[in-house]
C-alpha cells in the first residue's frame, strides 16, 4: 500500500505540474504549487516509512513550515498587483 | 491479531487518502475556473493529508514518528485552510474577482411583490358591479 501510495503522490504532483505550466492566472500557478508543496510533505513522510528511516519526518516539517511561509509571502507580494504587468492596481 | 486489524486499517486509510487526492488533481486540472479550482484542491488537500498521516500513524505506533507525524498533521491542518483564504482574497483583490451577488433586497426593489391584501383590493375594485 504504501508504494501505490507514492505512485498515487507522484501521478498528483505531475497533475498539480500541469496546472503550474498551464495556469492562465498568476493564483492558480500559486494554488498549484501550494498543493505541490503540500504533496511533497506527504511523499517525504510516506519514504520514511517505506525506506525505514523515521529521522526523515524532521524534514517533512521543515518543508511543511518553509511552503506555507513561502505561499503567504508570495501572495503577499501578488496581492495588489495585476497578475500579468506588475504595475500597482489601486483597489 | 491486533497487529493486522492495525495493518488493514492503515491500508485503508491511505487507500482513501490517495483516492481523495486523485481526484482533487483530476479537479484541479478540470474545472474551468479559478475558484473552483481552489475548490477542489482546498477541500481534498486537508482530508487526504488527514487520510494519509493517519494512515502511516497506524503503522508508526508508539514512538517518536508518531509524535512527528502529530505535529505535521497539526501543521498542514491549520495552514492548509490559512493558505486557502490568503489566496481566495488576494485573487479577489486582483483582475479575477468575482462579480458581486444580488442580495434579495437589490432583486426586490423595482417591482413591489404582489401582497395578500393588494390582491384583495385589486378584486373588490375589479367587482364592484357584481354586488
Known sequence: MLAATIIALLVVMAMALIRALLGPSVYDR????????????????????????????????VYALINFVSVIGVLRYFEFRSGSGGEVMDD | MIEQVVWLLSGCALALGCFFMLSGAVGLLRFPDFYTRMHAAGVTDTLATFLILGGLMLLAGWSLALFKLGMILLFLFFTGPVASHALARAAQHSEWKLPALKTRGEQGGATEPPTAAADVAEADALNTDRV
Request: with cysteine; aromatic share 12%; charged share 10%.
Open chain 1, 30 to 61: 500559486i494554488l498549484a504549487v501550494n498543493v505541490f508543496g503540500t504533496k511533497t510533505v506527504l511523499l517525504i513522510a510516506v519514504i520514511c516509512f517505506t525506506f525505514g528511516k523515521p529521522e526523515f519526518l524532521d524534514i517533512a516539517l
